[in-house]
């Protein structure tokens, strides 16, 4: 007969009532004081549930001083019955934690699990919609979904028409800024000077003020420096890079993998992964506050870019190809892989008006008038001018053969410039508003997949495919 405590044989044997087993007295009263329930079953358990065993004994000597060797193995023995109390407490402890634990893990495994499901279902449904075609101008037949716009907050609603309010005024009557490049001077430019830069399979071009960020397909970023006309430092995107924007200290980048990542000081800061699929194009908002990005799901985006976070979501009819902001801010036009141009309310996401091109757009920039807006198709070699006052055909108010293949538009702030890129060269196209006629000043076998205006219009800008960017502007003897 042994404690079911200690594993000793007992001095004052007693038995549970709701367990049957033996305990040491002294034990089992100790730890039903401290945890009211039965050591074996973990039920209730009180110092009235436990029967004394009666068995011949020995009767112990009531113990002497401590100064004896009987009084110090009755310490010792004390000291003994505690420590196997706190052992089997410590056990018991143990084992509830164990099993804590065990429960813990697996629920964790089953969350990870179900998250993994529903992020794999949302991928699906946002690629199966991305593949949906929805027609237009047809009757419906009640089987159409029908997706809500999704408007701005209330504080970037207030500074989309803060901005449309203070830009509109002033644009109509608005002069040629002091210094800006004539037409002569354009007829004068040329190529000032060509650098290979360490950025294989360009694909895109951004400039701010004398410095130049070009990505491309294996995720690298150049800066580049115009002025110095070297490679400064390099950034590391470690995705496909499909469009970039340069505001400030922020350099921003679209990816083939459906990211929009933000760069600042030359380190990551944010990065979103909202589009299924890869995203297309990117536009910021003349408040320099609401970044746009669009994609093949048929979706565009807005982000809050003090708050790094994202605002709004629109989807639209068609795969999303180019993108622009107008130069008020109160539209934004998307172009489709369908050959429409759409123009939506940037506070409501609500389609505005639709234009036809007839092929997948390539391009989209505003005029600074605010009226017209250039788009070019892929494949085509034509640029068309459209004018937002006017509907159906009568708004293509001119076509501009260039005479080859068009991937890239720049419109320059004093809106007589409007630059083209190619893979078999590069043209400037001017608007004389005196003669309200197009000319074409300037013409180079550049090939190019991006081209940006730089200082005062008095250069531009161009990078190819294999990283070559071109310098074209006067030609210094």
Aim: proline residues 5%.
């Amino acid at each position: 007969m042994l404690c079911a405590i200690s594993g000793e044989a007992p001095q004052e044997p007693v038995v549970s009532k709701i367990s049957g087993s033996v305990f040491e007295k002294r034990l089992i009263e100790k730890y039903i004081e401290e945890n009211q329930k039965d050591p074996v079953t973990g039920e209730d358990l009180t110092i009235e549930d436990l029967l004394p065993i009666k068995s011949s004994r020995v009767v112990r000597p009531r113990p002497p001083t401590l100064t004896s060797i009987p009084a110090l193995l009755s310490t010792f023995q004390n000291e003994w019955d505690a420590l196997a109390l706190e052992s089997y407490n410590l056990k018991e402890q143990l084992t509830r934690t164990r099993e804590e634990l065990a429960t813990s893990l697996y629920q964790h495994d089953a969350a990870v699990r179900v998250i993994a499901r529903l992020t794999k279902e949302r991928d699906e449904a946002r690629d199966a919609l991305s593949k949906v075609t929805v027609s237009a101008g047809g009757p419906s037949n009640g089987d159409a979904m029908a997706v809500d716009a999704e408007g701005l907050t209330d504080e970037l609603a207030s500074k989309v028409d803060e901005t449309q309010n203070k830009l509109s005024k002033s644009r109509k009557k608005r002069p040629v800024p002091q210094g800006w490049a004539t037409p002569d001077d354009v007829v004068a430019f040329g190529v000032a000077s060509s650098s290979s830069l360490p950025v294989p399979e360009s694909t895109t071009l951004t400039v701010d003020g004398d410095y130049a960020a070009v990505g491309g397909l294996q995720g690298d970023v150049a800066i580049y420096s115009i002025e110095s006309d070297n490679v400064e430092r390099s950034l590391k995107v470690n995705e496909p890079v499909t469009d970039s924007i340069w505001e400030g200290s922020k350099v921003i980048f679209s990816t083939s993998k459906g990211s929009v990542k933000v760069f600042e000081g030359g380190s990551e800061v944010a990065s979103f992964s909202e589009h299924a699929g890869p995203a297309t194009g990117l536009a910021m908002h003349p408040s320099k506050e609401i970044l746009a990005s669009i994609g093949s799901d048929k979706s565009f985006i807005f982000y809050d870019l003090l708050n790094l976070k994202r605002a709004t979501r629109v989807y639209t009819n068609a795969a999303l190809t180019a993108c622009a902001f107008h130069p008020d801010g109160h539209l934004f036009a998307v172009g489709t892989n369908s050959g429409e141009i759409k123009l939506f309310m940037s506070k409501t996401g609500e389609e505005a008006t639709a234009f036809t091109l007839g092929a997948p757009v390539q391009a989209i920039t505003f005029s600074e008038n605010g009226f017209w807006f250039a788009a070019t198709a892929k494949g085509q070699t034509t640029v068309t001018i459209f004018d937002l006052r006017k509907e159906g055909d009568a708004a293509q108010v001119k076509v501009l053969e260039v005479g080859s293949a068009v991937q890239s538009l720049a419109w320059d702030y004093s809106q007589q410039f409007l630059a083209t890129a190619g893979p078999t060269g590069v043209t400037v196209q001017h608007y004389s508003k005196g003669s309200r006629k197009w000319s074409e000043p300037f013409r180079a076998a550049v090939s190019s997949v991006d081209i940006k205006w730089v200082a005062n219009a008095s250069k531009l800008l161009a990078v190819n495919g294999d990283g070559v960017v071109t310098v074209i502007g006067p030609n210094e003897a």
